[in-house]
T-cell receptor, first 113, second 115 residues
Framework: DQQVKQNSPSLSVQEGRISILNCDYT??????FLWYKKYPAEGPTFLIS?????DKNEDGRFTVFLNKSAKHLSLHIVPSQPGDSAVYFC????????????FGKGTMLLVSP | DTEVTQTPKHLVMGMTNKKSLKCEQH?????MYWYKQKAKKPPELMFV???????INESVPSRFSPECPNSSLLNLHLHALQPEDSALYLC??????????????FGPGTRLLVL
């Protein structure tokens, strides 16, 4: 059973426009959420995170929104740049105990010039 | 500095070989992780070390043997692997404060090919 779902395997956006990547989760114990960016044959790079006590966190061009009632989070990238083209993984953890990350399957973002 | 380093970057080994993957971090993190990632799949957790002690083993076959010599180093010893073990092996680390773990930072990975 997939506890973290990224239902869009891919997304294409033009340079300068907004990219919106979505993630849904089913486990109500999750209270910390992260987005990672991954290029082929490289390790995931941490982008931004959000705790369940917040509904928004912003870092430069990246903003993560959390809707706890809908168990949904999204990553907004504005403006999108060709260098943003990568696979984006949503991950979640529950802070009780030595929690591990549960990853979604990823969304491949392609930003065209 | 959020750097996790891994060596080697690439590794080709036969099914009878013994090899080791190495991971190092100098962020003072006390939790370290091994993941396996196949193409177009998310990372799969293999092992978690917390304060140099193995705290999670996700039912990984014994041909994979982790070791944590000190708080900065994590090894993964490989022996008698199968071709299906070919994958990108990722190391990660995070702080452990009290009873929760924080953001995990990943290394660049070792691309392993088993022939």
């Amino acid at each position: 059973d997939q506890q973290v779902k990224q239902n869009s395997p891919s997304l294409s956006v033009q340079e300068g426009r907004i990219s919106i990547l979505n993630c849904d989760y089913t486990n109500s114990m999750f209270d910390y959420f992260l987005w990672y960016k991954k290029y082929p044959a490289e390790g995931p790079t941490f982008l931004i995170s959000i705790s369940s006590i917040k509904d928004k966190n912003e870092d430069g061009r990246f903003t993560v929104f959390l809707n706890k009632s809908a168990k949904h989070l999204s990553l907004h990238i504005v403006p999108s740049q060709p260098g943003d083209s990568a696979v984006y993984f949503c991950a979640a953890s529950a802070r009780a105990g030595y929690s591990t990350l549960t990853f979604g399957k990823g969304t491949m973002l392609l930003v065209s010039p | 500095d959020t750097e996790v380093t891994q060596t080697p970057k690439h590794l080709v080994m036969g099914m009878t070989n013994k090899k080791s993957l190495k991971c190092e971090q100098h962020m003072g993190h006390r939790a370290m992780y091994w993941y396996k990632q196949k193409a177009k799949k998310p990372p799969e957790l293999m092992f978690v070390y917390s304060y140099e002690k193995l705290s999670i083993n996700e039912s990984v076959p014994s041909r994979f043997s982790p070791e944590c010599p000190n708080s900065s180093l994590l090894n993964l010893h490989l022996h008698a692997l199968q071709p299906e073990d070919s994958a990108l092996y990722l190391c990660a680390s995070s702080q452990v404060q009290g009873s929760y773990s924080e953001t995990q930072y990943f290394g660049p990975g070792t691309r392993l090919l088993v022939l």
